[in-house]
């Protein structure tokens, strides 16, 4: 047995007594009564200047800033990068795709330990053009995640590309496309009405810092999974741990199941490239637009590997659906379903009691299930496995396949 590292003892337990610190001293509560008012005020306040962006309301400017915030939505983060993994470009694929697991995990605990609201509809104007913006508009606002994703991936998109090349003309274009994307974004939240310029703003600098942090520890954290020791089962505790490590929200929103959904993904991505790292993820595999990958061969890969990891997403999710709730009753835990397992549905008058349950439960009772009236919701159990097998499908499984299909 391979003997645990400090470090990763360390921070694993650190993580824990968080957990219980939290618990203990409410600080959840603490943080919003102080915060929430401040930023409320300035979102009431702000009002009047998202109306006066909005009288310039025209539908090609709908049509617009709908469809950059789809651009850098989660959902086109979901499809480009198991295509940036198959192009070759395996470090760049995952630095963006934990870093993004990690945008989606801060921006959303920031959110619901603030629950500040969004800009009130009427008198603004909120455009939902997709599904997805009408799941972004039940989240509370500070900060933007669309700011703060934007900030972050672009800005390692560009330290990639200024790392790797040496020409000044590219950073200085670099750059510009960046401030460009950034800036265009930030005022599309405004002008589609989902946000205040005190959430773009609370985005922006956010974005910055975790860039900041990130651009410290992403050689380490790429070293660790490629070549440390206990990489899958840490990263397991690690996942399971930031269940719990997460705030409860004033009200129920759904940035707790977009957290669950991308821990899934960055535990399928590390455990899935900690397995096959020298097989298909080293720094000297073909890639795209090179004469070892071919566009007929990138292009067979797409249509291999799409079919592929929607039908591993959809295999693992059946699966979880059987075997998690036989799991968690021999344990005796509770378990309630509200979308994946329609016979766990309680009443109405239940799931309110179980959602009052929810807002008012410690980190402490989250993590040992203290009391019988709460209960274990078991779609984010699902939700995390099918996420985990689809990225693990990314790295592992269809690249397999890639190799015996000489793509």
């Not at 672009?154 to 401030?179: A, P, Q």
């Amino acid at each position: 047995m391979e003997k645990i590292p400090v470090w990763q003892a360390a921070s694993l337990s650190g993580i824990v007594a968080w957990i219980f610190l939290a618990s203990i001293f409410d600080l959840t509560r603490k943080i919003r009564s102080f915060v929430q008012p401040w930023v409320a005020h300035h979102v009431k306040i702000g009002i009047p200047f998202i109306l006066q962006i909005q009288k310039s309301q025209h539908k090609i400017l709908d049509v617009l800033f709908s469809g950059l915030s789809c651009v850098v939505s989660v959902p086109f983060y979901t499809g480009f990068l198991p295509l940036l993994f198959w192009s070759g470009h395996g470090k760049l694929a995952r630095q963006m795709t934990l870093l993004m697991a990690f945008c989606d995990y801060i921006g959303n605990c920031v959110k619901d330990v603030i629950s500040a609201p969004r800009p009130s509809c009427p008198p603004v104007r909120r455009l939902t053009a997709t599904k997805g913006e009408e799941e972004n508009a039940q989240e509370y606002g500070l900060p933007s995640s669309h700011t703060l994703n934007t900030v972050c991936l672009s800005g390692y998109l560009l330290y990639y590309v200024l790392y790797n090349s040496r020409d000044d003309t590219n950073g200085f274009v670099g750059i510009s496309m960046v401030f460009l994307i950034v800036g265009l974004i930030a005022f599309g939240r405004i002008y589609l009405g989902m946000h205040s310029l005190i959430d773009i703003i609370g985005g922006l600098v956010l974005g910055v810092v975790v860039l900041a942090f990130w651009l410290t520890i992403h050689e380490y954290v790429d070293t660790f999974i490629t070549t440390g020791q206990n990489v899958t089962a840490y990263w397991a505790a690690l996942s399971f741990l930031l269940f719990f490590a997460y705030p409860t929200p004033e009200f129920p929103t759904p940035s707790f199941e977009f957290h669950t959904a991308f821990n899934g993904v960055a535990f399928g991505i590390v455990a899935g490239i900690q397995q096959t790292y020298q097989q298909f993820h080293h720094e000297y595999v073909p890639r795209f637009f090179t004469p070892e990958l071919t566009t007929p061969s990138f292009i067979g890969r797409v249509l291999v590997g799409i079919p592929t990891i929607l039908l591993v997403k959809y295999c693992s999710k059946a699966l979880a659906k059987w075997i998690l709730p036989v799991a968690l009753n021999t344990m005796g835990i509770p378990i309630r379903s509200t979308t994946y397992i329609s016979t766990l549905n309680g009443s109405s008058s239940t799931d309110k009691k179980l959602d009052k349950t929810k807002q008012e439960s410690s980190y402490i009772q989250k993590l040992l299930f203290s009391s019988r009236e709460d209960s274990f919701d078991i779609d984010s159990g699902i939700r995390f496995i099918q996420y985990a097998g689809l990225a693990w499908a990314v790295v592992d499984l269809v690249p397999s396949l890639f190799s015996q299909l000489n793509l």
